[in-house]
């Protein structure tokens, strides 16, 4: 088993060399300490410092033969619309301030699939759908306060 404890850099677009890839999803790609397997096979020991997330196409390996890269797996997601920058600051408040993990773009905000958040946000008439894409948490790892 090779022990990844550093990120290398970024998979390049025109890479000559063979591409391995760990395909993780987004709760996967904020730990720090696991053991992996490429789509070849090859085990992985990642032991990055605390704090420190995956993200698509990150190098966790490379030889003269091969690269290994992190690869973002479709995961089932609740995307809500937002009509204004307005609401999508509300929507994505609300998301966050129910501890679930949230991606703010543009015009919409993506979480992790809950049944319970879905059913909030259709009372409060927020237009919504159920996808299959990868979801990037890009606020970090998970923290904890006290109300």
């Known amino acids: 088993m090779i022990v990844v ?11 000559p060399r063979r ?3 760990v395909a993780l999803g987004w709760e996967d790609r904020l730990r720090n300490r696991q053991r992996v397997k490429s789509d070849a096979g090859t085990e992985f020991g990642i032991a990055l410092p ?3 997330a995956l993200a698509e196409g990150d190098v966790l390996f490379e030889d003269g033969e091969r690269v290994v890269a992190v690869s973002t797996i479709p995961e089932d997601v609740l995307v809500l619309y937002a009509n204004s ?9 609300q ?30 008439g927020v237009r ?5 894409e990868p979801f990037t ?11």
């Open 5 to 15: 404890e550093e990120l290398i850099g970024k998979l390049a677009e025109d890479e």
């Open 19 to 21: 591409v391995e890839r």
């Open 50 to 52: 605390t704090g420190q």
């Open 85 to 93: 920058a307005e609401e999508l600051a509300r929507i994505a408040y």
């Open 95 to 124: 998301v966050g301030n129910r501890h679930a993990p949230v991606a703010v773009e543009k015009e919409r905000v993506l979480t992790p699939y809950d049944s319970v958040i879905e059913e909030y946000f259709k009372k409060l």
């Open 128 to 132: 919504r759908g159920r996808a299959t």
């Open 137 to 147: 948490h890009g606020f970090g790892a998970f923290h904890s306060h006290h109300h």
